[in-house]
C-alpha cells in the first residue's frame, strides 16, 4: 500500500495498521452499485489507509453458501482473510472444515439463508467452531438478542463478533458483554456522540474491533470516529486491528 494514495485526512491511520473486520467482495444483487471486485475494494482500502480485510463474499451471503465460498476463494488478495460462509447441515460443514478457516461469517436470518442458531438446528455446526477456536461473525440484523443470548450460553467458548449493533444497542450489549468475554461488536454502526469513550470506559478497548462494512459504507465515518475519540493510543491501536489479529491468531495454533 502506497502512502501517497491515502486521503490527507487520513494519514495518521497509516501508522495504524488498521485490519478492517466487515467487508464484502464481490457482485450483488442487492447493492449492484455499490459492490466492488477485488481491485476497486484494494483501490478503496488505500484510500483510507486500511492494511487489511475480514472480507466475506456477496455470493455467499445472497445465492449459495458454496457458489460464495468458491467465488471467495477465486477473489482473494494476500491483504483480503477470508471469512467464509457456512450451513449447518454436514455436507456444508465437512466441505468448510476442509477450508481450515481462521473466520465464519453465519447468516441466519430470514432474507439471508434463514436457518436457527438454536441447538436443535445449528448445533454441531457452532460446537465444530467453537472447538477451533474460529472467529464467527454474526450482523445484528441476522440475529435477535434473546437468541444471542442463548448462543453465548450454549457455547460459552464460541467467539462471537457482532456486526453492525446501531448506536441504540447498548441496553442489550452491556448485559451481555458483562456475562461474556468472548462476545466482540464491530465498530462500522457504532458511531453515536461518544460511544466509543463510553464504551472504553466500562470494559476498555479488548472488546472493540474496527469494522467498516466496505463497500455499503465509506470506512471514512468510523476512521474519523476512532482517530477523535478520547482514549489512549493503545486503545486505539487496539481498535484498529490489535485484537482481531489475536483473534484470527487462535484459529491457527
Known sequence: ?????IEPAFSEVASWNVFDANVRVGPSGVHGDLALETAGLLAE?????IRQALTSHFVAEEYDVLAGN??????????LVPAWAALPDKESTEKLWALRPAAVRLSFGVKKHNFSPSTWCSGELCEG???RSILTLIAREDIEWDSLASLLQNFPRLTILLLETGYR???YLFPLLNRHANLYIDT???????????????????QLIFGSRLPLY????????LATARISDDAKLAIAGGTLRQLLGRAAQ
Open 1 to 5: 500500500m502506497s502512502e501517497s494514495v
Open 45 to 49: 482500502m488505500d484510500r483510507f489507509g
Open 70 to 79: 468458491r467465488a471467495l476463494a477465486r477473489d482473494l488478495h494476500p491483504r
Open 129 to 131: 467452531l467453537q472447538e
Open 169 to 171: 444497542a447498548d441496553r
Open 188 to 206: 462500522s454502526t457504532y458511531l453515536a456522540h461518544r460511544q466509543l469513550e463510553s464504551f472504553v470506559d466500562q470494559f476498555g478497548p479488548g
Open 218 to 225: 465509506t470506512p471514512g465515518t468510523t476512521l474519523a470516529v
